[in-house]
């Protein structure tokens, strides 16, 4: 039985916001993963770590799919697609600081290679 | 007075995961914007406003500058760039969902072009 859920940026950004969840996802990059597996590093118990992958099911970024006993997790990446779609719009304002940066660092190296003292 | 906080991930994620949170951040992406203006699209009180603010300003993303009666917030992009980066790493799941689409749509495609009969 696979279990499909609604997502949206809202429930995308909420899921992410913990550290035991990223880490979670981080794990199912290497491959899908039992319930139990996933708990593992966290020294959680099997319901702590459910609950957590209730919410990353929600947010549609794992699926769950029961397997006579086993609980196997798969990671869904697109709801990040549309999260990182929504990021790239303020791309620009850390771009432009960055190259305000190294405009400036650029203009002490030109100086300090002219033998100007430098301010 | 220009007030700093410390952020992180999680603070970032949970600042985005509201949407008229989101629709501040758009409004500061085109220049610098007092309280009530922020709050006006959302019918939305000084106080409530205020308090999405601060949780925008804790995630490092606004800066409030106090100036006289006027509280005016700045959009602060860097730790956009963080989440950004974060997202990165999945950024090959969801391209090679798009890489195998595509090979799929080319070879319908190829197929309909030899007047194969389509499966």
Redesign the interface.
């Known amino acids: 039985m696979v279990q499909h859920h609604t997502h949206s940026?809202?429930?995308v950004?909420?899921a992410?916001?913990?550290?035991t969840r990223?880490a979670m996802?981080?794990r199912l990059?290497d491959g899908e993963s039992g319930i139990g597996d996933l708990a593992a590093p966290f020294d959680m118990s099997f319901a702590g770590a459910s609950k957590h992958v209730r919410i990353l099911e929600r947010a549609g970024l794992v699926r769950r799919e029961v397997r006579g006993r086993t609980h196997v997790c798969t990671?869904e990446?697109?709801p990040?697609?549309e999260?990182?779609q929504?990021?790239?719009?303020?791309?620009r304002?850390?771009t432009e600081?960055l190259d305000a940066l190294e405009a400036i660092l650029k203009a002490e190296d030109a100086a300090k290679a002219k033998g100007e003292p430098k301010a």
């Not at 992410?16 to 550290?19: E, H, I, K, S």
């Not at 929504?86 to 791309?91: P, S």
């Open positions: 940026l809202d429930t950004f909420h992410l916001a913990d550290p990223r996802l981080r990059a990671l990446a697109a990040l697609a999260a990182d929504w990021l790239n719009f303020y791309q304002f850390w600081r």
